[in-house]
């Protein structure tokens, strides 16, 4: 079971509602049954919290999933959310490793010469 950090957005969007800004408090209380469900991974969105993106907060990601709702799960980058931290993919992996987020299913997305042969080389 996977969840979604902008679900209630997402859920706005399809209803025609303005985009809504979420405490810190609906968040939690968003993601509290799935992760007591034992949700696995979360997939945390292009979109911004408090301005900054979700893939770069290390408040949500690590803070309020990891360590106040004891999220054991993987955070799993969405496809090219990772893209909108920096122009160097490098220094983006970074800024949201030190976030808390888990992995990045896009590595090898348009990456020349970042293909499986290179990655067994390096690890």
């Keep these: 079971m996977a969840a979604d950090l902008t679900s209630l ?22 993601h ?3 992760i007591e469900a034992g949700v696995g991974s979360i997939m945390p969105s292009y979109s911004s919290w408090n ?12 803070d309020i999933l990891k ?6 799960g993987f ?8 893209d909108q ?8 992996v970074a800024i949201s490793v030190n976030a808390g987020m888990d992995l990045f299913p896009d590595y090898l997305k348009n990456r020349p010469g970042h293909d499986m042969a290179v990655l067994r080389q390096h690890y």
């Design 51 to 62: 301005g900054v993106k979700c893939s770069a907060s290390k408040r949500l990601l690590t």
């Design 32 to 34: 509290i049954t799935a």
């Design 75 to 82: 955070l799993i980058s969405d496809y090219n959310a990772i």
């Design 9 to 30: 957005s997402l859920a706005a969007a399809r209803d025609g509602l303005k985009a809504k800004k979420f405490s810190a408090r609906e968040l939690t209380e968003a």
């Design 67 to 72: 360590n106040e709702l004891g999220f054991q």
């Design 85 to 92: 931290l920096a122009k160097d993919y490098k220094e983006a």
